[in-house]
Nanobody, 115 residues
Framework: VQLVESGGGLVQPGGSLTLSCAASGFSFSGYAMSWYRQAPGKERELVAAVTSAGGSTNYADSVKGRFTISRDNAKSTVYLQMNSLKPEDTAGYYC?????????WGQGTQVTVSS
């Protein structure tokens, strides 16, 4: 199983970024996918999740209305569109899939929101 995130960077408050996570090594279309984030000194937290077919999503209260998770099963890729970014969104963002009892993580991509 391999999860490779990309798309992070430095953005000003109010700006937008789209993160991508390319997955391989498992049957992507059969599993829910999620994005987590971890800021320095804080625990990793769930940001957003999407079901296997993409028909249902859920979000942390802190990002509702600003972030959108989506997936393209033909490309084995999950996305996180982030709008109206705030300094408190600064964190490492990680793609995640749970296969049975095992959670797999990507290496993460850093998002820094600062003026």
């Amino acid at each position: 199983v391999q999860l490779v995130e990309s798309g992070g960077g430095l953005v000003q408050p109010g700006g937008s970024l789209t993160l991508s996570c390319a997955a391989s090594g498992f049957s992507f279309s059969g599993y829910a996918m999620s994005w987590y984030r971890q800021a320095p000194g804080k625990e990793r937290e769930l940001v957003a999740a999407v079901t296997s077919a993409g028909g249902s999503t859920n979000y942390a209260d802190s990002v509702k209305g600003r972030f959108t998770i989506s997936r393209d099963n033909a490309k084995s890729t999950v996305y996180l569109q982030m709008n109206s970014l705030k300094p408190e969104d600064t964190a490492g963002y990680y793609c995640n899939v749970r296969l049975g009892w095992i959670r797999y993580w990507g290496q993460g991509t850093q998002v820094t929101v600062s003026s």
